[in-house]
């Protein structure tokens, strides 16, 4: 099935999968998804990701991390900002702070998808795709 939304898509799939208490996810793959992915790897949202597939069909497989013997999910909550009929953009001054610094913001820059400080430590606005905490 395409989606128009693919942002929003990887993010619903990942929400569902850690609710449901799963430990992978399968996400189809586009340049935008493999740099959250790697956004998430860095900041400690998750485990691991790899590409999976043929040529032309390739997903992500994301691993979830979990802590606790109940296995409570990292990722508290994930929100889609800009959507695609109503796009969120922010200057290097006005870059959103999620839940005081505990979260974070995904950011897409003139140099990259990256997380609201390093955005700040660039000097770099743009894009703001979602928050997730």
């Known amino acids: 099935m395409a989606a128009n939304d ?4 990887m993010l619903t799939r990942i929400r569902n999968a850690a609710l449901a208490r799963h430990l992978t996810t399968e996400i189809p793959s586009t340049k935008m998804t493999r740099s959250i992915a790697r956004v998430l790897k860095e900041e400690g949202f998750i485990t691991d990701y790899e590409e999976v597939g043929e040529n032309v069909k390739r997903d992500i497989v994301i691993s979830l991390k979990y802590r606790g013997k109940n296995r409570q999910s ?3 909550s994930l929100k889609r900002v800009s959507k695609p009929g109503l796009r969120v953009y922010s200057n290097r001054k006005d870059l959103p702070r999620v839940l005081g610094g ?3 913001a995904i ?3 003139s140099s ?10 660039q000097g770099l606005g743009g894009e703001v795709l979602c928050y997730i905490w």
Do not use: K, L, N
């Open 102 to 104: 505990i979260g974070i």
């Open 112 to 121: 990259g998808i990256m997380t609201d400080r390093d955005a700040r430590r």
């Open 107 to 109: 950011i897409s820059t």
């Open 6 to 9: 693919t942002i929003g898509d």
């Open 74 to 76: 990292i990722i508290t």
